[in-house]
């Protein structure tokens, strides 16, 4: 294991796992263990609550996170390594789109389909990402426009994807990310 590896895991094992947008108003406890994973050089919180993009998208705001940005191999290999450690192996005996084995990231191309861009809008596509054949980044001709797949979805096989970010179907766990990380 990497020593950032090491140091991921150590951080990311003080942390609550589960959080909901109704509950954080109700529990200080969990705004004081994001402050204290993102004070000590911790980067990622994954929660296993299954929600649509949006619905991830309120709730890490509503922590003062974002939902999180994978941009190089090494970060693939620490959020694949992450989703293994807190939310379980990948389960090859289902379907390749399964929503157990996708979580939720900060991607999305809903001002312009095709334009991957991350929430604070700096490109997805900036290096060599590793998209998932036949589905891929751009599925315009499928469903383009606001309800669809303009929201970017990551696997336990460290791949990326375009789904529904809106989909009452696509509900999925999540990883939040640490400011200035």
């Avoid at 700096?122 to 426009?145: E, M, Q």
């Amino acid at each position: 294991m990497t020593e950032i590896f090491k140091k991921l895991l150590l951080v990311l094992s003080l942390v609550c796992l589960t959080f909901s947008v109704a509950s954080l108003k109700q529990r200080p406890r969990f705004k004081k263990l994001v402050s204290n994973v993102c004070d000590n050089k911790g980067k990622y919180i994954l929660s296993n609550s299954r929600k649509t993009w949006v619905l991830a998208l309120e709730a890490c705001e509503k922590a003062g996170l974002q939902l999180a940005k994978v941009r190089s191999e090494t970060e693939v290999e620490e959020m694949t390594a992450a989703i293994e450690y807190f939310l379980g192996p990948r389960d090859e005996s289902l379907k390749q789109f399964d929503n157990r084995n996708w979580i939720w990231l900060g991607g999305n191309d809903l001002l312009l389909e095709g334009n991957w861009e991350w929430l604070d809008r700096t490109p997805v596509d900036d290096w060599d990402v590793p998209w998932t054949k036949k589905a891929g980044k751009d599925n315009s001709k499928h469903v383009g426009g606001l309800d669809g797949q303009n929201a970017l979805a990551f696997s336990k096989w460290g791949k990326f994807d375009d789904s529904y970010h809106n989909d009452k179907r696509k509900k999925r766990p999540f990883a939040c990310q640490c400011p200035e990380t």
